[in-house]
């Protein structure tokens, strides 16, 4: 069945730093949905991408969804301590239900 | 709108044990989804709803039973629950579409002794 694979599992991130996570797909997908979720609470959406190649910013997220639609990136700069908690990719391959990743947790460090 | 409400927050069940998770949308979303959350392994679909009167299993479906006889309510059956089942539960509304943007209610945390 579809898998989908997040990388790094853990993020250790200084305050200010940038960094990236990472979602592979192991089948072409029809969109990729974004979530976060602080600690000790629920997933909260934070963007769908559809296109190939699409690139999304929301303040300083950057959401990129790749040419053959099977991978995506979130890329967050100048990380800041409110930026801590779990971010999960969930990707819809066509016929299919949603997968989840297994998320990225973000720590940041004062 | 309350979005998305579950009950109850916490649970401790014996083995053996049933019980159901209650799970309320205020959204008129048709599509409702019952997802399991354990460390490292992300977030795993139990089973769907597309309508009411009309579910379908997800990936983990074993141990669980769903019904869906209006468009808000989508309660989770644990008929004898097991040490594996200890997990956060979350429900989750959708619409439009199936596999649209989720809303999550605030989870259930369970613990199967």
């Known amino acids: 069945g579809q898998q989908v694979m997040q990388i790094p599992q853990y993020q250790h991130v200084q305050e200010g730093e940038d960094f990236t996570t990472y979602c592979n797909s192991s089948t072409t997908l029809s969109n990729i949905q974004w979530y976060k979720q602080r600690p000790g609470g629920h997933p909260v959406f934070l963007i769908q991408?559809?296109?190939?190649?699409e690139v999304k910013k929301q303040k300083r997220l950057t959401f990129q969804f790749g040419e053959a639609k099977k991978n995506s990136s979130l890329h967050i700069t100048a990380t800041q301590t409110t930026d801590v908690g779990t971010y999960f990719c969930?990707?819809?391959?066509?016929?299919?239900?949603?997968?989840f990743g297994g998320g990225t947790r973000v720590l940041v460090k004062p | 709108n309350a979005g998305v409400t579950q009950t109850p927050k916490f649970q401790v069940l014996k083995t053996g044990q049933s019980m159901t998770l209650q799970c309320a949308q205020d959204?008129?979303?048709?599509?409702m989804s019952w997802y399991r959350q354990d460390p490292g392994m992300g977030l795993r679909l139990i089973h769907y709803?597309?309508?009411?009167?009309?579910?379908d299993q997800g990936e983990v479906p074993n141990g669980y039973n769903v019904s869906r006889s209006t468009t808000e309510d989508f309660p989770l059956r644990l008929l004898s629950a097991a040490p594996s089942q200890t997990s956060v539960y979350f429900c989750?509304?959708?619409?439009?579409?199936?596999?649209?943007?989720?809303?999550f209610g605030p989870g259930t945390r369970l613990l199967v002794l």
């Open positions: 991408l559809v296109k190939s190649g």
């Open positions: 709803s597309v309508g009411a009167g009309i579910t």
């Open positions: 989750a509304s959708s619409g439009p579409g199936a596999w649209g943007t989720q809303y």
């Open positions: 969930a990707g819809l391959a066509a016929g299919n239900k949603l997968t």
């Open positions: 959204m008129n979303h048709e599509y």
